[in-house]
């Protein structure tokens, strides 16, 4: 587990975009592609932690997608992302979340 940030990347391929950006879905969780690492793993329920007996450099592990997404939204068949979503690391037991989901809020009028 880290404390450290890093940023979701969501690539255009889904060619939806809310304020500018691509809209995430739920399988937006790859490693290295979507997810990059967060900087040290402190956990020891990670081996290589253990073994170090000490922090090592990240490498998130994510094989489920997020959690809580939008049931009934859909970007290309795919469940849209919440800023409440979460994703899980499985090697350092660490919960990924997200603190800015780069929109704009509007006011209606």
């Known amino acids: ?28 969780h790859v490693p290295y592609k979507n997810i990059f690492t967060f900087g040290l793993c402190h956990s020891y329920a990670n081996p290589g932690v253990q073994a170090a007996s000490g922090p090592i450099a990240c ?24 800023s409440t979503s979460v994703c899980r690391c499985t090697l350092g037991l660490g919960t990924i979340s997200i603190t800015d989901p780069g929109q704009t809020k509007t006011k209606e009028g």
């Open 59 to 82: 490498t998130p592990v994510i094989p489920l997608p997020w959690e809580a997404p939008k049931e009934t939204v859909t970007v290309g068949k795919k469940k849209a992302l919440l």
């Open 1 to 28: 587990m880290t404390f450290a940030q890093s940023k979701l990347v969501v690539l255009p391929e889904h060619q939806t975009f809310l304020s500018g950006n691509p809209m995430a879905t739920f399988m937006d």
